[in-house]
């Protein structure tokens, strides 16, 4: 499949710091990526630059094929969903006409049931809105625009459980008769990571892991239990972290447990819990360059 | 952690939502020749990823448990409860026997005893017979 965003080489750097290095990321069409990583760093400029709101300081950058900076072309196919998105002094319902008028798969039934669903009215300024109403509003427009590249940036800043929820059952229920490419980027990673078939944690302006969700579960597993016994279990395979308290120690080791992996450790007394997407996602994210290697790109 | 209906997060979702179907399979739950909620029903229920659900599908799919009638959906596949329950049968030993030994073992307790422990926990019904 061709991918509908091709990152290649990109670097961004401000005069202080620098973003993001090196990004090669392509982005399958029709897929919900999940983007992953810590404050700061460098999901937002990435999302932005994709968005052509922002230009790469070096390296290729193709959203359907073409740059998107200032290209009015692949900009009315995309939609980018802004932690915190500042609106001109006017009603909800003026933005959201805006946003009808721009976008031209724009769906004013779909924005109708989802400002009723978050509670929001259409008559009231923007000014007057609590953070989590903005941040409903937001996701309206970002799931009615029904754009072909829908970018949210850590969209729900304010919004309690209750709407999160809503936020998610409608972004799968409306992908799911209208497939498009979503990237969202987020901290609530046990939230929403059965949204993902894919995800990319970002660490320090790199690329730290790039791969299925599927193929991430189950990948890890954390053995706990009397030190020598873990010790028995663990030799041979790939340690990825460990830690020790007397006689115990808890190991985190990598690959797929079988059946007979599973028996051993029962009769060694030991404890098998496979790490869970977050738990693998905030190892990698902590990590120095390169030692997340061995679930890169782990395809399914 | 999100609901996920039961789903846990640490085990690839599409090979628990293809063992959730296979045990409704087996258990009658979804009778032979009845039609499987379709992808999009599943990714609805279970709050995952419809290309997740897809993949828990074929999984069946390729083990023969289900057809895809043109058009309709997927189907449940003559013989499919047979083929499921037979398998279970044969994991038996392997997932029940043998860790039931090994922990009797620990505890030091005897075969006897636990022929015993089995034929005494028998006469209370438990469990639906299937």
Known sequence: MTPVISVSGLTRRYPDHVALRDVS?????????????????????LLR????????????VRVFGSPPAENENVLRRLVLVREDQAYPDFKAGHALRAASFFYPRWDAGLACSLIEDFGLRAGNSIKSLSRGQRSALGITIGLAARAEVTLFDEPYTGLDAVARQIF?????AD?????????LSTHLIDEAAALFENVVVIDRGRVALDATADGLRGMATTVSGPVLAVDSFTEGRPVW????????????VLGQVSGEDRERARSLGLDLTPLSLQQ?????????PGAGSLIERTSA | ?????????????FVQVAER????????????????????ELAAFYRINPATAAKGINVLTDDGLLEKRRGIGMFVTDGARATLLARRRAEFTERYVRPLRTEATRLGMGTDELIALVRDTSDEPRGVRL
Do not use: H
């Open chain 1, 25 to 45: 990321i392509e982005i399958a069409g029709g897929t919900i990526t999940g983007l992953l990583g810590r404050n700061g760093a460098g999901k937002t400029t």
């Open chain 1, 49 to 60: 630059i994709l968005a052509g709101q922002e230009f790469p300081s070096s390296g290729s």
């Open chain 1, 241 to 252: 972290e460990r830690r020790g308290l007397g006689s115990q120690a808890s190991v985190v």
């Open chain 1, 168 to 172: 998610y059952d409608r972004l799968l």
């Open chain 1, 175 to 183: 992908y799911s008769d209208f497939p498009r490419t979503v990237l």
């Open chain 1, 280 to 288: 693998l996602v905030v190892r990698a994210a902590g990590r120095p």
């Open chain 2, 21 to 40: 179907l296979a045990a409704d399979i087996a258990d009658g739950g979804l009778a032979e020749g009845e039609r499987v909620p379709s992808t999009n």
């Open chain 2, 1 to 13: 952690m999100r609901e996920m209906a039961g789903l846990d997060e640490g085990t690839p979702l």
